[in-house]
């Protein structure tokens, strides 16, 4: 399966919060991106969408940042990556799909 940078950054950008955060401490967008590799813009533009979705929610002020909006375990990888704007798509390893979409490897025999 494969999805675009922009659902693998959500869903990293998830991770570190399931793994990092309460509401009672979120965690700041720039600590998320330095630590990710991912740059800030890109970051906002996601945390807008999962924002939107309610998969996030923020803190503002000092020592303000974003949380969980659930539990983890409440938000689902396919629900992550519709709220990021993106999806997941089945694609086939080279040599899997042979002369008008059958498989190689179907039963043939010789």
Partial sequence: MRTTMRGFYAL???AVLAAQTAPARPLALRKIAEEEGIS???LQQIFFRLRKAGLIAASRG??????LARPAEKISVLEALDAAGECLALVPRDGEI??????PD???IG
Avoid: D, Q
């Fill in 98 to 103: 042979g002369k008008g979409g059958e498989n």
């Fill in 62 to 67: 000092p020592g303000g940042g974003f949380y």
């Fill in 106 to 108: 179907s039963g043939k």
């Fill in 12 to 14: 990293r950008a998830l």
């Fill in 40 to 42: 800030m813009e890109f």
